[in-house]
């Protein structure tokens, strides 16, 4: 069964950073379209960032261009997310998702896999 599993979520500070991971359990993901998404409390899942299979395309949300980087290592089967100066706004649960084409997608309706989400919390 395919998996996502991410990591490095965890308590920081306004303007602190963070870097997630997202590790894929099978080698086939390296040719496919990765993203990562989050969710606040009482809100809908919304798009933060997308890389396509070779990095070539980069995708980011407008609420967080210029402080987040979206990147990947196939040889790893693992995407990234570093989050430089983070604001409370930030705050929600971050979850990695995976798509069968190899593109950068800013839509959920093309992501087939998605990890269980890790919890990224920034204090003022």
């Known amino acids: 069964q395919v998996q996502l599993v991410e990591s490095g979520g965890g308590l920081v500070q306004v303007g602190g950073s963070l870097r997630l991971s997202c590790a894929a359990s099978?080698?086939?993901?390296?040719?496919?379209?990765r993203g990562w998404f989050r969710q606040a409390p009482g809100k809908e899942r919304e798009f933060v960032a997308a890389?396509?299979?070779?990095?070539?395309?980069?995708y980011y949300a407008d609420s967080v261009k210029g402080r987040f980087i979206i990147s990947r290592d196939n040889a790893k089967n693992t995407v990234y997310l570093q989050m430089n100066t983070l604001k409370p706004e930030d705050t929600a649960v971050y979850y990695c998702?995976?798509?069968?084409?190899?593109?950068?997608?800013?839509?959920?309706?093309?992501?087939?896999?998605w990890g269980q989400g890790t919890q990224v919390t920034v204090s003022s």
């Open positions: 890389i396509s299979w070779n990095g070539d395309t980069r």
């Open positions: 099978e080698r086939t993901f390296g040719r496919s379209g």
């Open positions: 998702a995976a798509s069968q084409g190899g593109a950068a997608y800013s839509q959920i309706p093309n992501y087939n896999y």
